[in-house]
């Protein structure tokens, strides 16, 4: 992502017809007290999210002054404000982000994915340009089952410490629980939000309560996976399981190769 800020106002004509966008200044008038023209590139992160992209501008005090959704196409997006400090979100989901820009994940729901761009700026010039750049603040975590002899009679429960995501895009502490769903092939998946450190776990679960429990954080960390990439990458893990013990390998590190643990 990339900004820069201008005290010289040169917009092409096709601009002034984008958003709701304003200048309020004629030549005559003081330019200082002019609304700074905010005017975003869009086409990659409009172009990414495959529908209408939401943008929420918030003022220094951390109101919310502006909602507006941008259609798919969209290229530029321009508004005005008034000057100074400013915070302003794009999302790939128009009903997720509360008026504070915060993403809550419910009790019992695995993440949301949603695409994001946050940034706080300083809107004190006449002209803001912005390059949007999403993030994948989410990694769809796929868990395979093999050695069954006769079906795999449990739940597979995530338990974590995010919960969701700030106003600012970064992950939010809160308890994180859900079960990950199963498809016809009996392959488990789960969205987990981004991760601030290694304390997430896997409960395999039945009738009677939790059968084992895995320490999935420390198992992703120790196999290399890195939280802290801007796209967070999906990853498969394969669950071996038999009458008498289960085995947990990660896969898709070329350097590090299978991380196991039996419990």
Partial sequence: MSFKISSVL????AALFTGSLFLGCSI???RNSCPCVVRLDVEEAVARAGSE???MVWNQAGELIRRDTLPPGTDWWSFGVERGAIRFGLYSSLSLPLNDGSIV???GADCPEVLLDVVSVDASG???EYHADFQKPYCNLQVEVSGLGGGFPFDLVFQGGVAGFDGDGHPSAGEFAADAAVDASGVYSICIPRQTDSSLM???VDDLGI???FAIGEILSGAGYDWTQKDLEDRKIVL???RTRMTLGVSGYADSGTFEVVL
């Fill in 211 to 213: 059968a084992r429990t």
């Fill in 10 to 13: 040169v917009l092409p004509l």
């Fill in 53 to 55: 992209v939401l943008l």
């Fill in 240 to 242: 071996d399981y038999s």
């Fill in 126 to 128: 006449e002209l803001l």
């Fill in 28 to 30: 005559r008038e003081d």
């Fill in 202 to 204: 896997m409960e395999i």
């Fill in 105 to 107: 994940i419910p009790r």
